[in-house]
């Protein structure tokens, strides 16, 4: 007789668990909890699952908009200084090459 695999809702219920514990849900975790199971089928299963989870950009929605604006202009003056014009690259190098690598160009 053949044997079941591992159903999606087995994986699903021990990853729901380890994430409640505060523990990742690995393959080898998930496969503690189950007491079986093939690797590949629990990887696919947890695949499935992670993909079917909130993303953690969701949190941005449970904000009042004023405060996230605050918080993305903030984050966007952190990265303004670091900013360039892709222009500006390679300006004021000896030969004003565009290359960046350095490789392959003639030394003196």
Not at 64 to 93: M, N, V, Y
Request: proline share 6%.
């Amino acid at each position: 007789m053949a044997r079941l695999g591992v159903s999606y809702e087995q994986v699903k219920a021990v990853a729901d668990g380890l994430v409640s514990k505060g523990q990742t849900p690995t393959i080898t975790a998930v496969r503690e909890g189950l007491g079986t199971g093939s690797p590949n089928t629990i990887q696919g299963h947890l695949l499935k699952w992670r993909g079917a989870r909130p993303t953690r950009r969701a949190w941005r929605l449970n904000y009042p908009r004023p405060l996230f604006e605050k918080f993305t202009q903030r984050s966007r003056a952190r990265r303004t200084p670091h900013a360039r014009d892709p222009r500006e690259i390679g300006a004021g190098r000896a030969g004003g090459g565009g290359s960046c690598s350095g490789r392959g160009a003639a030394r003196d």
